[in-house]
């Protein structure tokens, strides 16, 4: 997929989440979707780093990244699984 259609999709997902923000009339609209779409990148960085250790690893991708990004750590929880079975 191209690298390009993945950022806007991730862009297009960031503005969702951004307008249902604004809709629930939150103090800090932009700062609660950021702070939303981090968990999920900050576990797959966590597996990412600790493969050394633990033998199992995610790719870090665009398409893992926006996994990560829009599901959080039951994505991340996903992608385990799968590269598991594969």
């Known amino acids: 997929m191209d690298p390009k259609i993945i950022i806007a999709l991730c862009a297009a997902v960031f503005l969702l989440l951004v307008i249902v923000h604004i809709i629930m009339r939150t103090r800090h609209p932009v700062r609660g979707a950021l702070l ?3 968990p999920g990148p900050a576990a ?3 597996v990412d780093l600790t493969s050394i250790w633990t033998g199992v690893s995610i790719p870090v991708s665009p398409l893992n990244l926006a996994v990560s ?3 959080g ?3 991340v ?3 385990l699984i799968v590269r598991h079975l594969l």
């Open 36 to 38: 939303s779409l981090l």
């Open 44 to 46: 797959l960085a966590l």
């Open 69 to 71: 990004s829009v599901l």
């Open 73 to 75: 750590i039951p994505g």
């Open 77 to 79: 929880t996903t992608l």
